[in-house]
């Protein structure tokens, strides 16, 4: 069992560039989740996903778009990235039965924009 | 609006002595509350919940305190270890059925040996 897995680790970028991250989830989760953690701001919310197909807005979703085309994986883009864009970001997943419940974090992409 | 609040970025115990890292929220309609532990260059991972529906949730040396009437929740970390050493996100759950979280700025815990 990998849990949750990120593609890639790390990756630098130039402003305008585009990319994509990758989540991948082995626990059969309903309910995934990109966050971007920056400092003194803790983790917030981009974009999230209930299920296979579907996918909402988080806190922070301008910029991004997301993709949920196979319950396994949440696909994260940037389609013409900026500086304002550096940061950590975390994809995370959930069972989601009752919407409460723990969500298991992949170890992170940190993404520097120049 | 941060929604979450942990107002101390830092916090720094001996080993042994007790660590209290404090959490604040201002949405009463809060109902569930968790706490995240994070080492570097790693993701969060979930140490300890509580439901508003209790005031105390024990796992072992953690300990979380909910006071619902001041809209604080605290964990207490008895007795602290080097280990312990990470930052912790304090998070609340949102509305809607979705799981959302919402976080806190993070504590930075040092515990010196």
């Known amino acids: 069992n990998a849990g949750v897995t990120q593609t890639p680790k790390f990756r630098v970028l130039k402003t305008g560039q585009s990319m994509t991250l990758l989540c991948a989830q082995d626990?059969?989760?309903?309910?995934m989740y990109w966050y971007r953690q920056d400092p003194g701001m803790g983790l917030r919310l981009i974009h999230y996903?209930?299920?296979?197909?579907?996918?909402a807005k988080g806190e922070v979703p301008d910029g991004y778009n997301v993709s949920r085309l196979k319950k396994q994986n949440f696909l994260l883009g940037l389609e013409s990235a900026a500086p304002s864009q550096t940061s950590v970001y975390f994809c995370?997943?959930?069972?989601?039965?009752?919407?409460?419940?723990?969500?298991?974090f992949g170890p992170g992409t940190r993404l520097l924009v120049l | 609006d941060q929604q979450v609040k942990q107002n101390s970025p830092s916090l720094s115990v001996q080993e042994g002595r007790i660590s209290i890292l404090n959490c604040d929220y201002t949405?009463?309609?809060?109902?569930?509350f968790l706490w995240y532990k994070k080492y570097p260059a790693e993701g969060p991972t979930f140490l300890i919940s509580?439901?508003?529906?209790?005031d105390k949730n024990e796992d072992g040396r953690f300990t979380v305190f909910l006071n619902k009437s001041a809209k604080h929740l605290s964990l207490h970390i008895v007795p602290s270890q080097p280990g312990d050493s990470a930052v912790y996100f304090c998070?609340?759950?949102?509305?809607?059925?979705?799981?959302?979280?919402?976080f806190g700025q993070g504590t930075t815990l040092q515990v010196k040996p």
């Open positions: 995370a997943s959930a069972s989601g039965q009752f919407g409460q419940e723990t969500q298991y």
């Open positions: 626990m059969n989760h309903e309910y």
């Open positions: 996903s209930v299920g296979e197909g579907t996918t």
């Open positions: 949405n009463s309609m809060f109902d569930y």
């Open positions: 509580i439901s508003s529906i209790k």
């Open positions: 998070a609340a759950v949102g509305s809607g059925n979705t799981g959302k979280l919402i």
